[in-house]
């Protein structure tokens, strides 16, 4: 039928169903986004802590490649920039509600820093999902989230959607919510280090003074939530 055609449907009443929809999913949102800044607590400073690093590290001018590496720096440059494209998507999804998408942003985040080390470690190879070893302590978290944007774990995905028949309002789950959002902010810390690398403060230090300070603190946030178990990496 095409545009044309659907234009010359003309029934206004039935295209109203529309707007119904849109309307109560924002209001369930919005309802959502009321609980974000309570639900999140110290994070919230550690995630703008973290985002400073990450522009502070952006606005300097990538490191010199030898001819043979040019593959890998455009690799490794193509990630860095879905990851930032990703940040803001990532932290809409967890605070309004709409965490069966940020479990699968998270999940891509977290493979991207699989992906870095491989290129760096010169062993990447496209069409291969990348090994999630340098992020290791999730890997328990890894496998939920591949659960969910797999749509292969049905009681998770229930348990993420808060599943009622017939209701399909975003409704607030505080306890995925943050841990969610720490698996973000763990998996962008790696990156950052990662981007520091690419992008280093001088010829002998990947971040400046105060990225460094700045990244330990956030660090320290996340072994204090025990999102990072020192011991255990």
Not at 102 to 110: D, F, N, S, T, Y
Not at 132 to 147: A, D, E, V, W
Not at 184 to 209: K, N, T, Y
Request: aromatic share 6%; charged share 20%; glycine share 10%.
């Amino acid at each position: 039928m095409g545009a044309v055609g659907l234009s010359l449907l003309g029934d206004s009443s039935f295209l109203r169903y529309a707007d119904v929809l849109r309307n109560s999913l924002e209001q369930s949102r919005t309802e959502c986004r009321s609980h974000w800044p309570n639900c999140i607590g110290i994070m919230d400073t550690a995630n703008t802590s973290l985002l400073a690093c990450i522009g502070s590290i952006l606005s300097r001018p990538d490191r010199e490649y030898e001819i043979g590496k040019v593959r890998d720096k455009l690799k490794r440059a193509t990630i860095h920039s879905a990851v930032v494209q990703g940040i803001h998507a990532i932290e809409h999804c967890i605070a309004n509600g709409i965490y069966a998408h940020g479990a699968a942003l998270v999940r891509m985040e977290i493979e991207a820093v699989g992906a870095l080390v491989e290129i760096r470690q010169g062993r990447r190879q496209d069409g291969k999902t990348p090994n999630i070893f340098p992020l290791r302590h999730l890997g328990h978290t890894y496998g939920q989230l591949s659960g969910i944007a797999h749509l292969s774990t049905h009681d998770l995905l229930a348990h993420v959607v808060n599943e009622e028949v017939g209701n399909v309002d975003h409704r607030i789950n505080q306890d995925f919510a943050r841990h969610l959002f720490g698996a973000h902010l763990c998996a962008l810390a790696a990156f950052a280090l990662d981007l520091a690398d690419f992008r280093p403060a001088s010829s002998q230090q990947g971040l400046c003074a105060s990225e460094e300070g700045y990244l330990s603190a956030v660090f320290g946030v996340l072994t204090e939530l025990k999102f990072i178990n020192v011991e255990g990496t």
